[in-house]
């Protein structure tokens, strides 16, 4: 399989699955999903060309097993951003920038978040860098457990199985073996799209002024109140 040129050769999808295989894919993913460092490492484009050298043979793993367990990873991985931010709490936003931190990673997943509620947690699984810090958010917002961990398994399953499966059926079909080099920077693009969606919604609502990210009644929601609190805010009980 051709390198695709974005970005280093040593995180192209097939470099690290041709290097460190599935186990690789797992901590990736795990990472990905919900730690910190994780948020540079490929993500969609990672899944898509599992399902891709499954479906070739070149990853010598079977489908049924290579799906779950990249679900797996993703579920896990999350549940670990959630407990970091609510274990963390409201200190996080309170933490300078640093190579690894970025206050505007933490931002974008609040806003996220706070416009979407709980249905977040899913749809934050298929926009890279937001999926890896809104389980953070959660955490620090204090979301009930039960209901995070609810939408984590819908989302995790969704975006971990289902981007690989894709892969899989798309693999064998004969156009996207001949192209598989245009296929991924297709799906790499395509994946940033929601991103590209997320940064103009926000560059509006900023020039729309303050009244526009209030929700009706001027009332907060618990994670706008921790970031603009400094630390107060109401413990949601499990």
Known sequence: MTNIALGPSWLSPDHLINTYGLWGVLLIVFAESGLLIGF???GDSLLFTTGLLVAGGTLDKPLWAVAPLIAVASVLGQQVGYLFGRKVGPSLFRRPDSRLFKMENIEKAHEFFDRHGSKAIVMACFVPIVRTFTPIVAGVSRMNYRTFATFNVI?????GAGVTLLGYWLGQIAFV???????LVLVVLVSVVPLGIEYLRSRRRAKAGPAAHEPEGGETSEATAVSRGGGRHRAQKN
């Open 40 to 42: 540079f490492l490929p």
């Open 155 to 159: 989302g995790g399953t969704l975006w």
């Open 177 to 183: 073996k001949d192209n598989i080099e245009a296929i």
